[in-house]
């Protein structure tokens, strides 16, 4: 299994920027498929996932109405579109993934990860 995250930077207040995790070696279209973030000195915490089939999405509360996920089941690429970015929305950005989450933006659902991309918004 291999993702590979893309699409960080760095950006000023208000700005937007749009990850993408291209993900091969498994059943994609069967995955629950979700973002991580991790700033420095914290925990990893999930801000957003996906059911298989779009048919359910969850946001954390910090990123609900800001952040879209979404998915190119051709493609094989999960992607996150981030707006009106804020400074402690700086991290660095993981996507995972797995068979099924029944809690899916609890890291501990998850087992396959990508290596992250470094958002930072000042």
């Known amino acids: 299994v291999q993702l590979v995250e893309s699409g960080g930077g760095s950006v000023q207040t208000g700005e937007s920027l749009r990850l993408s995790c291209a993900g091969s070696?498994?059943?994609?279209?069967?995955?629950?498929m979700a973002w991580f973030r991790q700033a420095p000195g914290k925990e990893r915490e999930g801000i957003a996932a996906i059911w298989p089939g779009d048919t359910r999405k969850y946001y954390v509360d910090a990123v609900r109405g800001r952040f879209t996920i979404s998915q190119d089941y051709i493609k094989r690429t999960l992607n996150l579109q981030m707006n009106s970015l804020k400074p402690e929305d700086t991290a660095m950005y993981y996507c995972?993934?797995?068979?099924?989450?029944?809690?899916?933006?609890?890291?501990?659902?998850?087992?396959?990860w990508g290596q992250g991309t470094q958002v930072t918004v000042s």
């Open positions: 070696g498994y059943r994609y279209s069967t995955a629950t």
């Open positions: 995972a993934a797995a068979r099924l989450a029944y809690s899916p933006l609890s890291r501990y659902e998850y087992g396959y």
